[in-house]
């Protein structure tokens, strides 16, 4: 059971062979045996209570293609009743008085939550190596990491510990631990869902999506979380779609840009090799490969790294000791617990990015730095522009490598920064993108280690992104591996 989609599990929860309290009480069997380290909290009480709730609707009538699936959500993601940390000593013992909106249109829908996941902390990392409750382990590879800030959402889809999960991505924090966990994710366009809720690092970035065993699964979860929301002032006011509508349409005529600049010298033979086996298989489904160019995407990395710890610097501002969250349990004033509570309360990780924030947006290096990154940024989103009048969607490698080994990158901060190379453009565009399997690594250590495909579409295109990856899964099977015991 634990390894069926969501569109099978709704046909059996609909059905009646099987009721949503036995689906959740599996799955949190599961979660309890695990030694992933996917979950940061877990209630069996609070799940059950959520599942007997799921079952009333369906003995009624009223309910949704999503009511009793069990849903886990990403620890950035508040929640009533469940701890909401972000992966943080800051907030370790943090409840939430509200839910996230994304936590509450799931909850409307009938979902089933199964707890929390772990992640990076504040969502800054590409390991999920910087949370303060311990790394996530890899369910292909138990040596390797699982991608990050979102690599508990990855390793609990691909380890059959949830069949749902949300996630989120402002540098690439869904599609490159979906790449790294043989996993399907998809990061909406920005705007598309709503950041209410989702606890901030960098708000021009951050947003909201979910990762599932499919594209067609993604679709079912997007078509609940996507949404115009008042509270949001980012979010972008539009009328409701499916997005699975299109997940039947042929293929034939698609122009697919191929960027040169995605397949140079840092780029790994075995995924260069996934990744050209795929297209290939684009061509076999009627798609035609054209070559483009996105020049600025070396810049995409400085830019980022600008930009980002900027506004991190500013949105962890509120985390002084005073309102909520850790405070320092020796202080002299009101200043040394200032200083005592966010050295004790944050990580290595979130200092440096504090650290290199406030060092842009200061005096003097302002118009240096931060503003000639924004210049940049602008320049960079004009380049996908110009490739979408070639082509209809961009393809490429998700990340230069399969997942590394833990601890691999600890102690060489840029060395992962450079792992989200090909990502950081499409986020810092506001464009949605994707990764869906197309293969593994090669060599006795690598092989089990997978490779995700990126899919880049222009603003609001995500129905046409899902039924390109829809079309995709229809003809291959790397969504349907298993690590081994799953």
Same mark, same amino acid.
């Given at each position: 059971?634990?390894?069926?989609?969501?569109?099978?599990?709704? @046909?059996?929860?609909?059905?009646?062979?099987?009721?949503?309290?036995?689906?959740?009480?599996?799955?949190?069997?599961?979660?309890?045996?695990?030694? *992933?380290?996917?979950?940061?909290?877990?209630?069996?009480? %609070?799940?059950?209570?959520? +599942?007997?709730?799921?079952?009333?609707?369906?003995?009624?009538?009223?309910?949704?293609?999503?009511?009793?699936?069990?849903?886990?959500?990403?620890?950035?993601?508040?929640?009533?009743?469940?701890?909401?940390? +972000?992966?943080? #000593?800051?907030?370790?013992?943090?409840?939430?008085?509200?839910? @996230?909106?994304?936590?509450?249109?799931?909850?409307?829908?009938?979902?089933?939550?199964?707890?929390?996941?772990?992640?990076?902390?504040?969502?800054?990392?590409?390991?999920?190596?910087?949370?303060?409750?311990?790394?996530?382990?890899?369910?292909?590879?138990?040596?390797?990491?699982?991608?990050?800030?979102?690599?508990?959402?990855?390793?609990?889809?691909?380890?059959? *510990?949830?069949?749902?999960?949300?996630?989120?991505?402002?540098?690439?924090?869904?599609?490159?631990?979906?790449?790294?966990?043989?996993?399907?994710?998809?990061?909406?366009?920005?705007?598309?869902?709503?950041?209410?809720?989702?606890? +901030?690092?960098?708000?021009?970035?951050?947003?909201? &999506?979910?990762?599932?065993?499919?594209?067609?699964?993604?679709? *079912?979860?997007?078509?609940?979380?996507?949404?115009?929301?008042?509270?949001?002032?980012?979010?972008?006011?539009?009328?409701?779609?499916?997005?699975?509508?299109?997940?039947?349409?042929?293929?034939?005529?698609?122009?697919?840009?191929?960027?040169?600049?995605?397949?140079?010298?840092? %780029?790994?033979?075995?995924?260069?090799?996934?990744?050209?086996?795929?297209?290939? =298989?684009?061509?076999?489904?009627? +798609?035609? !490969?054209?070559?483009?160019?996105?020049?600025?995407?070396?810049?995409?990395?400085?830019?980022?790294?600008?930009?980002?710890?900027?506004?991190?610097?500013?949105? %962890?501002?509120?985390?002084?000791?005073?309102?909520?969250?850790?405070? @320092?349990? /020796?202080?002299?004033?009101?200043?040394?617990?200032?200083?005592?509570?966010?050295?004790?309360?944050?990580?290595?990780?979130?200092?440096?990015?504090?650290?290199?924030?406030?060092?842009?947006?200061?005096?003097?290096?302002?118009?240096?730095?931060?503003?000639?990154?924004?210049?940049?940024?602008?320049?960079?989103?004009?380049?996908? /522009?110009?490739?979408?009048?070639?082509?209809?969607?961009?393809?490429?490698?998700?990340?230069?490598?399969? @997942?590394?080994?833990?601890?691999?990158?600890?102690?060489?901060?840029?060395?992962?920064? !450079?792992?989200?190379?090909?990502?950081?453009?499409?986020?810092?565009? &506001?464009?949605?993108?994707?990764?869906?399997?197309?293969?593994?690594?090669?060599?006795?250590?690598?092989?089990?280690?997978?490779? &995700?495909?990126?899919?880049?579409?222009?603003?609001?295109? =995500?129905?046409? %992104?899902?039924?390109?990856?829809?079309?995709?899964?229809?003809?291959?099977?790397?969504?349907? #591996?298993?690590?081994?015991?799953?």
């Amino acid at each position: 059971m634990h390894t069926k989609t969501i569109k099978q599990l709704s @046909a059996l929860l609909h059905s009646k062979q099987i009721s949503a309290t036995e689906l959740a009480t599996l799955f949190l069997a599961r979660m309890q045996s695990s030694d *992933l380290n996917a979950y940061t909290h877990i209630d069996e009480a %609070l799940t059950l209570e959520q +599942a007997a709730a799921a079952d009333r609707r369906l003995a009624s009538g009223d309910s949704t293609a999503l009511t009793g699936v069990p849903i886990a959500h990403k620890d950035i993601f508040v929640t009533r009743g469940w701890r909401s940390t +972000a992966g943080s #000593r800051m907030l370790a013992n943090y409840n939430s008085p509200f839910d @996230a909106t994304v936590v509450e249109q799931f909850n409307a829908a009938g979902m089933v939550t199964l707890g929390k996941l772990n992640c990076d902390e504040f969502a800054m990392g590409s390991s999920n190596e910087n949370s303060f409750f311990g790394p996530v382990k890899n369910p292909w590879d138990t040596r390797a990491v699982p991608g990050g800030s979102s690599g508990g959402s990855a390793a609990a889809i691909a380890a059959g *510990l949830a069949p749902a999960a949300t996630a989120t991505d402002t540098g690439g924090s869904i599609r490159q631990p979906a790449s790294h966990c043989g996993v399907t994710g998809i990061k909406p366009t920005y705007g598309r869902v709503s950041r209410f809720g989702m606890i +901030a690092f960098a708000s021009s970035l951050d947003q909201g &999506g979910p990762i599932a065993r499919t594209a067609e699964d993604c679709a *079912l979860l997007l078509n609940a979380m996507a949404g115009f929301d008042p509270r949001d002032s980012t979010s972008v006011e539009r009328a409701p779609e499916d997005f699975s509508r299109d997940l039947n349409n042929s293929l034939a005529g698609l122009k697919i840009g191929v960027p040169r600049e995605y397949f140079g010298p840092g %780029l790994a033979p075995d995924v260069e090799q996934a990744v050209r086996a795929a297209l290939k =298989e684009y061509e076999k489904l009627g +798609a035609t !490969l054209v070559d483009i160019s996105l020049p600025k995407t070396e810049l995409s990395i400085p830019v980022y790294y600008v930009i980002a710890p900027a506004e991190a610097s500013s949105n %962890l501002s509120r985390f002084d000791g005073v309102r909520y969250g850790h405070r @320092a349990s /020796q202080y002299s004033d009101l200043s040394d617990m200032y200083k005592k509570t966010r050295s004790e309360g944050f990580g290595e990780e979130v200092k440096r990015r504090i650290l290199v924030g406030a060092y842009v947006l200061s005096h003097g290096y302002y118009d240096a730095y931060y503003l000639q990154a924004q210049k940049i940024r602008r320049l960079i989103a004009q380049d996908f /522009q110009q490739a979408f009048t070639q082509c209809d969607v961009i393809m490429g490698p998700v990340s230069p490598t399969v @997942a590394w080994d833990l601890g691999d990158k600890a102690d060489d901060p840029v060395a992962n920064y !450079l792992a989200d190379i090909f990502t950081l453009s499409t986020s810092l565009a &506001g464009l949605p993108g994707m990764s869906i399997p197309c293969g593994f690594g090669q060599g006795e250590k690598n092989a089990r280690r997978p490779v &995700g495909l990126q899919l880049i579409g222009n603003y609001f295109s =995500e129905a046409k %992104l899902l039924n390109i990856a829809h079309q995709y899964q229809g003809v291959t099977d790397w969504h349907q #591996r298993r690590p081994e015991g799953v």
